[in-house]
């Protein structure tokens, strides 16, 4: 609440202009932020005037008196300079252009206006800039348009990104308008790139990202974030702009944001949050997420979304962890306990196996099966304490046909080879079971009549073949004997062909873990 002249509370927000106005300009620009406050949605007349009585205004108003402000040496006391009020109209100018929440109570999605609206804003944001330049050719050394520059990056920075992408609140002319405004505010702040826009150029540029975050800060709260959907767009695509070492001293503002979008029931925006802090794990330095036990917060966030059948999510979680693993990895190393630095992988590995075994979904096991190599290459030789239920996976999906670019039965056999390469101790037990399964998968790819590339069948047989040798050599050449007979009553030259690699192979294999 505010004060009055009499000393009452008035409601806050903005007042309509009095006649002690400081200047002509302010007044002008005051009276039309007033009306752009009132507006609501549906009175598109009215608004039409307002933005035609803001252009014409931008367009007579000499860039000295623009920027500089008043016209008067004693503007009132208290009173914003014209920087300040041009921050706020194009603030007002932003919000009036955003798109509304998902779901109207008429049941529509309520985008229908916005392109409309989003092209009038951003011809209005295209004529202050010109404005900004014209005054930056003509006084360059004058600090006034900068300070003007300086209040309206932001919201025209939050505005370009809202519509430059195909979005469903936007429009091919609403997309083309939005990128003409940040081509010209990134020629106009001198930055070659949107990084460069956001971190700065050099020690005086520190750059316009903390700027961002505090205007996007009161839209990224529990009550706030849904109501309007290109919020969370906003805040994710320019987080991936910002990289090391700029990141980190922003933590404390993009986490919690981060965390919130990721922890939604929409799969949609579980994904977007996981992205967001997989960017900031890739980012920031282990001893930074490590602070205030941050990491584990991350991890646990992680874990507990491994539980939703969705294979994007699933995708995304499981890079997220993988880059992770590292940072966890470090704290027990700093508390002596170097014997436990494992100890988020294997849960995880156990997790995923657990729901491989009895999964049916194809796009769901060939996301766990493409990640699966990676957790095998991480844990080393420690895959042994999971060799069993790995055992019984590998079986299983190297049975099911995954489709013509068969990706789930090629990435079993990648970890099938790394499998027998770290544990190749534990692995003559299991040489009979291993190249029963082995064989099948050649006889069926060699009978194979569907519309499978014949890539594909040559490199399901290179790897199952590969296999194979390096089976023999895990069972001191168990595997070659057992094969002798099958080669002399085997009629199809494909099978035939694979048991004389591995019977004409005599190179050791490596192993590791020897």
């Known amino acids: 609440m505010k004060l009055d002249s009499a000393g009452e509370e008035t409601p806050d927000g903005p007042t309509p202009p009095s006649e002690g106005s400081p200047s002509t300009l302010g007044q002008a620009f005051s009276k039309i932020l007033y009306g752009l406050s009132c ?24 860039c000295d008196t623009l ?15 014209m920087p300040e009020i041009l921050g706020q109209v194009a ?3 932003e919000k009036l252009a955003a798109p509304p929440k998902e ?20 011809l209005l944001f295209l004529k202050l800039l010109g404005k900004v330049e014209t005054a930056k050719s003509s006084s360059p050394l ?11 990056a932001g919201p025209m920075y939050i505005f370009a990104i809202t519509h430059r992408l195909k979005q469903p609140w936007t429009s091919p002319r609403s997309q083309r308008v939005a990128g003409e405004v940040l081509s010209l505010l990134l020629r106009v702040t001198e930055c070659s790139s949107l990084p460069g826009f956001l971190c700065g150029g050099n020690e005086d540029d520190r750059g316009r990202f903390a700027l961002v975050l505090g205007l996007l800060k009161p839209h990224l709260n529990k009550e706030s974030w849904k109501n309007n959907p290109a919020v969370k767009h906003v805040f994710s695509w320019t987080l991936q702009q910002v990289t090391q070492p700029w990141l980190s001293e922003h933590l404390e503002k993009i986490l919690p944001p981060s965390l919130l979008i990721s922890d939604d029931y929409q799969t949609e925006n579980k994904i977007l949050g996981v992205q967001c802090l997989h960017h900031i794990v890739l980012n920031v330095p282990a001893a930074d997420l490590l602070q205030y036990n941050r990491a584990q917060v991350l991890y646990h966030a992680l874990f507990n979304h491994l539980y939703m059948p969705e294979h994007q999510l699933i995708q995304a979680v499981l890079l997220c962890l993988l880059d992770l693993f590292p940072v966890l990895e470090k704290a027990l190393h700093w508390k002596g306990d170097a014997a436990g630095a494992t100890t988020h992988c294997h849960e995880v590995l156990q997790l995923i196996l657990t729901h491989m075994e009895p999964e049916h979904r194809l796009l769901l096991r060939r996301t766990y099966a493409r990640n699966l190599p990676a957790f095998v290459k991480k844990l080393g030789i420690l895959t042994v304490r999971h060799l069993k239920r790995m055992e019984q996976v590998i079986l299983g999906y190297l049975e099911v046909y995954d489709g013509p670019e068969e990706e789930t039965r090629l990435k079993i056999l990648e970890t099938l080879k ?50 194979l040798i390096l089976l023999d050599h895990c069972s001191q050449g168990q595997v070659k004997g057992l094969l002798a007979k099958i080669v002399l009553s085997c009629e199809d030259n494909t099978v035939v062909s694979c048991i004389r690699q591995v019977q004409q192979d005599s190179a050791e294999a490596p192993c590791h873990g020897t």
């Open 91 to 93: 603030k007002a100018l």
């Open 103 to 122: 779901k109207t109570a008429g049941g529509g999605d309520g985008h229908s206006e916005v392109p409309e609206k989003a092209a009038e804003v951003g």
């Open 418 to 467: 790394l499998v027998m390469q770290y544990t190749w101790p534990r692995i003559s037990c299991r040489v009979v079971v291993l190249l029963k399964a082995l064989l099948k998968l050649i006889c069926d790819v060699a009978r194979d009549t569907s519309l499978t590339p014949e890539a594909t069948k040559s490199a399901l047989l290179k790897e199952a073949t590969d296999c």
């Open 142 to 152: 004058c600090p006034a348009w900068k300070i003007g520059l300086c209040h309206l």
């Open 67 to 81: 920027f500089e402000g008043s016209g008067s040496d004693e503007p009132l006391r208290g009173m914003p300079g």
């Open 39 to 62: 507006q609501e949605s549906g009175q598109s007349n009215a608004r039409n005037a307002i933005l035609k009585d803001l252009g014409a205004l931008v367009e007579a108003a000499e």
